[in-house]
């Protein structure tokens, strides 16, 4: 590592953790940069979570501190979340990426038309009540969520988003759900490829205090900018994307 690359790792960091509070994507800007750095795939996602862990842990108590926390529904969707990460990471030591990539757009994509579409708009509403098959539901939904995430991280936040606006919620708190079911299997899957070694700790604390950064500023973005504003920040982020996935890789 050169030490140019240090301040590179903070200045991408910190766009990357406002764009994964806000809506997602944020690893789309890190994981090639930490490839093109010299690190192989795989350490390359292993180092990546230093940088998410650290930046959900200030993005959570932004949220918290704001008084945008729905605990009942945290602890509904981060156990299954957390079980599918292990199984997630243990895929992740070797993966094809031309694959991912179009995968990847697809569901990102698919994300794009329903925030776009947006069919829940009517049923939105604060005081949410998840009926036992809803639970059930959300609870399956959330398992694939941390097999996805602790696979590869990437493009997770967009599929947390379409999850939860199906069942009626709002962007603000989609977010805090967001970031804390994410802090969560992250550490789990840290711990996957730490056990493998592949994690390279001084680029990713590098990278983990920019995205910190990052972390703080997107709770206070999200909660005085309210759900529509989000909302345009998700879809252009989609977009942008999408469109890279599918035509310059």
């Not at 945008?68 to 997630?88: E, K």
């Not at 990847?104 to 069919?119: E, H, K, Q, R």
């Not at 703080?216 to 920040?233: E, F, N, Q, R």
Request: hydrophobic share 60%; with cysteine.
């Amino acid at each position: 590592m050169q030490l140019w690359q240090i301040p590179l790792l903070f200045v991408v960091g910190i766009v990357a953790g406002i764009l994964n509070v806000l809506a997602g994507g944020g690893s789309l800007l890190t994981l090639p940069l930490l490839i093109f750095m010299g690190l192989p795939s795989a350490m390359a996602n292993g180092t990546n979570r230093i940088a998410i862990f650290c930046q959900n842990l200030f993005a959570i108590r932004g949220f918290k501190k704001r008084g945008y926390f729905p605990v009942d529904l945290v602890l509904l969707c981060t156990p299954p979340a957390l079980i599918g990460s292990w199984f997630g990471a243990s895929l992740a030591i070797s993966m094809d990426d031309a694959l991912f990539n179009r995968v990847l757009a697809g569901i990102m994509l698919c994300v794009l038309i329903f925030t776009v579409v947006d069919p829940m708009k009517r049923l939105r509403r604060q005081d949410i009540q998840f009926s036992t098959l809803r639970k059930i539901v959300l609870a399956f939904s959330f398992f694939f969520v941390g097999v996805y995430g602790g696979f590869v991280q990437a493009g997770v936040g967009f599929i947390i988003i379409a999850v939860l606006l199906a069942h009626g919620m709002d962007l603000v708190r989609i977010n805090a759900v967001k970031v804390f079911v994410i802090f969560v299997y992250t550490a789990v899957a840290l711990g996957v490829f730490i056990y493998h070694g592949e994690v390279n700790y001084f680029i990713g604390l590098s990278l983990a205090a920019g995205n910190s950064i990052g972390g703080a500023l997107g709770p206070k973005l999200a909660i005085t900018k309210g759900h529509d504003w989000i909302k345009k920040v998700v879809n252009l982020t989609v977009l942008v994307f999408a469109l890279k996935l599918l035509f310059f890789t």
